[in-house]
């Protein structure tokens, strides 16, 4: 089911800026038992990525009426949320005032092998680059060209995941999950200050780790230690953490702080759905 500014339907103008120049933003979350998983942060999240672009954020009760109607979709799915600065004429200058368009849409969970959860995944490098721009660094927008163009580097069923470096050779993230590491113990994600996107589960991550007494550290991380780490983890909110089992010649063993984590970003859910 989708809807388009609260009503049922899949088309928009063709005139949308989101359509013309990606202006907009997007966030993924799971839907369980008919309730939003982790709302209060995507919804955060979404206000941060709007005001980043200077888009006019929908408040919390529309969106939340628009979950409540695709609540007939079933019980457990896909909810992905997309707000573009709206219609406007020809040229990049933004209309004023704008009028956003508001487009939330169920899907099916992704299935993905048990085995991507329970062994690890598969991981590749990337040959393309991400470049610098450090005033949309962190924001989920929707131009995500960079993670398309990376997405078709492989057609193995094999590979879960690419990993993404920027043009400096500092390791970024997946192309759709955020990445840590882990090395003497301790947790390291790459800062995100002049490219990437940052996810709701990276920060539940980051939150969890203080909560428990393990140190994380927010820096550059070389595209080489990744390689060298005792663990490497990719996240996002619709896999929760895998663990990279296999990057090249580099194999991993099933890892003991995973495990941990994973336990306590169960805990948190079932405190604070």
Not at 187 to 202: E, N, Y
């Amino acid at each position: 089911m989708i809807l388009v500014n609260g009503v049922p339907g899949d088309t928009i103008a063709v005139t949308d800026r989101g359509l013309a120049y990606g202006d907009g933003v997007f966030r993924t979350l799971a839907v369980r038992g008919g309730q939003p998983r982790q709302w209060r942060r995507h919804y955060d999240r979404l206000g941060r990525d709007c005001a980043a672009l200077g888009i006019v954020c929908p408040d919390e009760t529309t969106l939340r009426s628009d979950l409540a109607q695709l609540s007939n979709s079933g019980s457990d799915f896909a909810v992905k949320i997309i707000i573009t600065r709206g219609s406007g004429p020809r040229g990049y200058a933004p209309p004023s005032p704008a009028q956003p368009t508001r487009i939330v849409s169920a899907s099916a969970l992704p299935q993905y092998p048990q085995d991507f959860a329970a062994r690890g995944i598969r991981l590749r490098l990337c040959a393309i680059r991400l470049g610098f721009q450090p005033a949309l660094a962190g924001v989920k927008h929707l131009n995500r060209l960079e993670n398309v163009l990376a997405r078709r580097e492989w057609d193995d069923a094999d590979i879960a995941e690419g990993l993404l470096c920027d043009t400096e050779g500092n390791a970024i993230c997946g192309t759709m999950t955020n990445l840590f590491l882990v090395e003497r113990g301790a947790l390291f994600t790459p800062a995100l200050t002049r490219c990437g996107v940052a996810g709701v589960t990276r920060d539940r991550v980051i939150d969890a780790a203080a909560r428990h007494g393990v140190a994380c550290h927010v820096e550059n991380v070389a595209c080489e230690r990744v390689l060298q780490a005792e663990e490497v983890w990719l996240t996002n909110s619709l896999v929760g953490i895998w663990q990279a089992r296999e990057l090249g010649d580099r194999r991993w063993a099933p890892g003991t702080l995973v495990a941990r984590m994973r336990q306590w970003l169960d805990e948190e859910s079932a405190q604070s759905p």
